[in-house]
């Protein structure tokens, strides 16, 4: 390296519109329509193969689960065994490569996702994880371009992050990749996370084993073919389509495992991070590990909120998407002045939103991700109506023969305890608690000892002392904390996001203190004129 070199500066990828008659709108629908009339053939990656096996698996849209995208193949524990072997094979030669060819790989995939593969990129997740045309827009597209790039920035930032030295010597501090490989295991939900994960470990020197979610195969294949075409080298991310358990037996008990970035339940979570202390004597180290888990949301109201805007950040924070991320609203509290204004609102929002296919870019609610999730869903739906505690004044319909489909529902509950005011459901299900308007400061401290979780949640008001009180009484009930808009949303560069609690490390995706979790820092000091007598001046004779 013969230079400080400055990365360029990097902003966030406006947001196309997809209006009616725009050059975006028309390219998007060509890239659903060529990728809807084709069946492909998706292998792992491993090293520098493509490996295909036996045991095909199909890939359907989750909003007509008869049409086919495609099929993956199914790897078991011998392939996550090739992809360890792959990705500490690589080690040497990518750890030791220059930063800023490192760097460029991940540039110029940002390049090449802002440009030619943006609307295959977009269909992908629209047909293989049911996000409306908006939806994948800002996650496929712009917030994975806005990691490769902000995440460029933070490791320039982190590298010249240097000590101090005093007179006579030089202080250099090195930031070195974990000794071994990585392991990133990546949720449905947001394709942005499925390309971070891998990528933000990888670009600090190291090489990868990543299991994606089955339902979202059919774009982290896109991932896959945009790192390569950036030229990102054999063995340094090595994709697999494994069960859990055979990636956790055989990466979990491997002595150079390394560290886990993960996104998904925090079930899941709790258990490796036991597997992991249960083998913690067979580790090279300490591995890192890191996860955002899962997430009980609020909006909090307050008696001086505006009635039309808390409609709208329900109406958004709870339903795009089918409610399934992580930050999606799923419980509110309104204070009786309000909540005849608000349910007239949230209702007439309501009823005004279409659900269908993402390909007609006229449905807002689109299908939830699988049968499983369908099932769990509108479980929690049948049980809020056998409680009598319970209202649902929207919604509460649901369908399976075609696709995944239900209906964006409102329960109001007489019980801030009930079963849907407290776990997590992960699907267009929120429920509402409505309080007495002067008791504003004890339903604060119900938002904060309702859930285990704290990931996101907002307050809703005009007054500012109201505004104080919640921002200070629910400092540790969400890592990512909304003054007046839905709990939704993080922007890279902006709100670095990530919760405690029962959702997560809170290591903030998005942000420099994310990767300075994949480097391990060794300090150098250099002495230039190196002493040669032991004796120290205080042992001199008066």
């Not at 990828?13 to 809807?36: C, F, I, Q, T």
């Not at 010597?169 to 071994?180: S, T």
């Not at 995944?404 to 699907?427: A, K, N, R, W």
Request: glycine share 8%.
């Amino acid at each position: 390296m013969n230079g400080f070199f400055k990365v360029p500066t990097p902003k966030n990828e406006p947001v196309l519109s997809y209006a009616p008659g725009s050059k975006e709108r028309a390219l998007l629908k060509k890239a659903l329509e060529e990728a809807r009339a084709q069946v492909l053939d998706i292998p792992m990656y491993i090293g520098g193969e493509e490996i295909r096996t036996e045991n095909k698996k199909a890939l359907t849209p989750p909003h007509d689960h008869k049409h086919v995208l495609g099929y993956f193949h199914e790897g078991d524990k011998l392939h996550v065994e090739q992809a360890i072997n792959a990705a500490l094979g690589a080690k040497e030669l990518w750890a030791n490569l220059d930063w800023e060819y490192r760097a460029s790989i991940f540039l110029k995939a940002a390049e090449l996702l802002a440009g030619p593969y943006r609307y295959k990129m977009n269909a992908a997740t629209m047909l293989g994880q049911s996000k409306n045309a908006f939806q994948a827009e800002i996650d496929s597209a712009c917030e994975l371009i806005d990691f490769l790039r902000y995440n460029v920035h933070f490791m320039s930032e982190i590298y010249s992050d240097q000590p101090d030295s005093a007179a006579g010597i030089w202080n250099r501090m090195e930031y070195r990749p974990l000794e071994g490989f990585t392991f990133a295991l990546t949720p449905f939900n947001f394709t942005a996370i499925a390309g971070n994960l891998p990528t933000s470990m990888a670009m600090m020197g190291n090489t990868v084993v990543w299991k994606p979610a089955n339902t979202q195969i059919y774009a982290a294949n896109v991932i896959m073919q945009i790192l390569k075409e950036a030229g990102l080298p054999d063995g340094v991310i090595n994709l697999v389509y494994v069960s859990g358990p055979d990636a956790g037996e055989v990466i979990f008990n491997h002595k150079d495992f390394s560290g886990l970035h993960f996104t998904g339940s925090t079930g899941v979570f709790q258990n490796m991070w036991k597997t992991i202390g249960n083998n913690i004597h067979k580790y090279r180290s300490y591995p890192r590990i890191v996860g955002e888990t899962g997430g009980k949301d609020f909006i909090m109201v307050h008696k001086s909120a505006d009635a039309k805007q808390v409609a709208t950040a329900m109406s958004r924070g709870a339903f795009e998407y089918q409610g399934q991320k992580c930050s999606a609203a799923s419980r509110c509290y309104i204070p009786s002045n309000l909540w005849d204004d608000v349910k007239k609102y949230l209702l007439e929002d309501l009823k005004s939103m279409k659900m269908g296919p993402t390909e007609d870019f006229g449905n807002f609610i689109n299908a939830v991700i699988d049968e499983k999730a369908f099932n769990s869903i509108t479980g929690y739906i049948e049980k809020a109506r056998a409680n009598s505690m319970n209202e649902i004044i929207a919604g509460g319909k649901y369908d399976k023969s075609k696709g995944y489909f239900i209906e964006p529902t409102v329960i109001v509950s007489q019980d801030p305890s009930s079963l849907t005011m407290c776990e997590e459901i992960f699907g267009p299900v929120l429920t509402v608690y409505v309080y007495h308007s002067e008791n504003f400061e004890q339903t604060l401290e119900l938002v904060d000892s309702t859930s285990p979780y704290a990931l996101t949640g907002s307050i809703m008001a005009r007054d500012r002392y109201a505004i104080e009180l919640a921002t200070k009484k629910l400092t540790h009930a969400a890592g990512n904390f909304y003054i007046n808009d839905k709990p939704t949303g993080a922007v890279v560069g902006q709100q670095p996001f990530g919760g405690a609690r029962g959702s997560g490390t809170n290591d903030k995706a998005g942000a420099r203190a994310n990767l300075m979790r994949w480097v391990s820092m060794r300090t150098i000091k250099e002495t230039f004129v190196t002493p040669v007598d032991y004796r120290y001046p205080f042992l001199d004779k008066e």
